[in-house]
């Protein structure tokens, strides 16, 4: 089946302005993560999603980063007043269960703010 | 929280001999230890993953060891090919909170 995708792929924002990224995770997948990873660095956890309830914010940098679920299934992850500092990769993984299991990426959205 | 440290950042090694990246990690209570490659402007896909309840786990040319006492974790390659060059990932996540903690990669060139 389809694996996690995300759109859009790349973002170029100017600073101060407002930016949506998405995320279809596989169908069916109970857990949905976004995780921020700047150039040359580790993916770092931003927040989680079990179904529709946000378990996990505590990666969230700042009160600009908002994430939604709310049905369940896609996610948006949204960034309000975008910073340069904002500039990086934001993967979406998804998981089957609520349990440790595999979690498969998504080719992430890069996000260049000018 | 979670601190996950990864050794070496860079390797290089010629084809055919083996490759071995080290983690550790600080929360006894973490469980599951995946391992991720990462190629240049690609998404992590996951290569091994270990928990808790057993000591090593091999697939092919890969193998992982867990040292739960010591809160060590390595990666080995053996045989390596040009297709393994990459990125790779350690990281660690307990059970109750499935978010990842990364070590912050090691890159792999496998010089031919």
């Known amino acids: 089946g389809a694996g996690v995708s995300q759109s859009p792929r790349y973002k170029v924002a100017k600073r101060g302005q407002d930016v949506a990224l998405r995320c279809d995770p596989i169908s069916g997948h109970v857990s949905l993560f976004w995780y921020q990873q700047a150039l040359g660095q580790g993916p770092e956890f931003l927040t989680y999603?079990?179904?529709?309830?946000?378990?996990?914010k505590s990666g969230l940098p700042s009160d600009r980063f908002f994430a939604e679920r709310p049905e369940g299934s896609v996610s948006t992850l949204k960034i309000q007043r975008t910073q340069q500092e904002d500039s990086a990769v934001y993967l979406c993984?998804?998981?089957?269960?609520?349990?440790?299991?595999?979690?498969?990426f998504g080719p992430g959205t890069r996000l260049t703010v000018l | 929280g979670e601190n996950v440290e990864q050794h070496p950042s860079t390797l290089s090694v010629q084809e055919g001999d083996s490759a071995v990246i080290k983690c550790t990690y600080s929360d006894s209570a973490s469980n599951y230890f995946p391992w991720y490659k990462q190629e240049l402007g690609k998404r992590p896909q996951l290569i091994i993953d270990?928990?808790?309840?057993?000591g090593e786990k091999k697939d092919q040319r890969i193998a992982v060891t867990l040292n739960k006492t010591a809160k060590h974790f390595s990666l080995h390659i053996t045989e390596t090919q040009p297709e393994d060059s990459a990125v790779y990932f350690c990281?660690?996540?307990?059970?109750?909170?499935?978010?990842?903690?990364f070590g912050t990669g090691t890159r792999l060139t496998i010089i031919p």
């Open positions: 993984a998804s998981s089957r269960t609520a349990q440790n299991n595999e979690q498969f």
């Open positions: 990281a660690a996540s307990k059970r109750g909170n499935e978010k990842l903690t």
């Open positions: 999603f079990q179904n529709e309830a946000q378990l996990d």
């Open positions: 270990i928990r808790s309840n057993v």
